[in-house]
């Protein structure tokens, strides 16, 4: 079937990300943010929009005990948001002449708020179809429910489109879907487009 759609996830795919960065800063800070991940939803529910940014600060102070203010917590949380590289968006542009491009992300709203301000809120204008943003639409990857959404939504077809994310459970999670799959082991460059020839022969 010949490919029509390609769903990019975002970070450390088109944006660059070092989520270890945030790990440290929390660290510097007094608290291990995978231990927290594995006895609370707080992050699952910040990036579903069941809380809002103002309750997940508030939230981490309380693991802080006060010890932190609400400027080095959001700083903390946006380190490991690094550079958008112009040639992944020249790359876009083109893939645009021949595809339909979505973008479907696990984010948050500090993380979205912070890309806005360093690349302005038109960073991707005229290149995705639509923009889905796991805090906006209620799911998350890998369930199975946010992919579903962005189908229907979008009104494509899982034969006909290909999902490019660097987490390889993201990855299962869509192709159990029935979306053909791309895994990123590494950002967006010339090794997709050789990739992308092998699953589409039609456009190569």
Request: proline letters at 1%; glycine letters at 6%.
């Amino acid at each position: 079937m010949v490919i029509k759609n390609l769903i990019f996830d975002l970070g450390a795919v088109i944006l660059n990300l070092d989520q270890d960065k945030t790990l440290r800063a929390f660290k510097r800070l007094g608290i291990d943010l995978d231990e927290i991940n594995m006895n609370h939803s707080l992050f699952t529910d910040f990036e579903t929009g069941k809380v809002d940014a103002d309750y997940f600060i508030h939230s981490i102070q309380t693991f802080l005990k006060g010890n932190a203010t609400k400027e080095q917590i959001i700083d903390a949380w946006n380190a490991m948001l690094l550079d958008l590289p112009a040639h992944r968006i020249e790359m876009l542009k083109a893939l645009k002449t021949k595809y339909n491009l979505y973008l479907l992300s696990n984010t948050n709203t500090l993380h979205i708020d912070a890309l806005f301000q360093e690349h302005g809120a038109n960073m991707f204008d005229g290149i995705f179809e639509k923009i889905y943003l796991s805090h906006e639409i209620g799911y998350r990857k890998p369930n199975k429910n946010c992919y579903q959404f962005v189908l229907q939504d979008a009104g494509i077809i899982g034969a006909e489109s290909i999902f490019i994310d660097d987490n390889k459970g993201n990855i299962r999670g869509a192709e159990d879907t029935g979306i053909k799959t791309i895994w990123a082991k590494e950002p967006l460059d010339k090794w997709f487009i050789s990739e992308l020839k092998k699953m589409d022969s039609f456009k190569s």
